[in-house]
């Protein structure tokens, strides 16, 4: 698993790539970030601070997660992802 980071109004976030479902029909590729950048983007949508940048990011962003978990092992991470979908 290789975690990487995106840059976002001077702050790195970690981000991680998982497939979930994999070896199914519903097999998807998913990218995964934390639950603060998350509230920096939902709080710029809401107030207009660099909204169209900010609804960009999270259009990449398929679930986010607590800041701890995104230090777990990619089979946590994938299991924790499945799970939102059922």
Known sequence: METYT????GTSYPVVDVTIFEGTS?????TVSNTDLEEK?????????????AYRL?????????PEEISL???????????SYN
């Open 58 to 66: 999270d259009e990449t962003i398929g679930f986010y997660i607590r």
């Open 6 to 9: 995106i840059d976002y109004c």
């Open 41 to 53: 983007l939902m709080y710029d949508m809401e107030n207009g601070i660099g909204a169209d940048e």
């Open 73 to 83: 092992p990619y089979e946590q991470i994938v299991e924790i992802v499945e799970e």
């Open 26 to 30: 519903n097999e998807m590729n998913v």
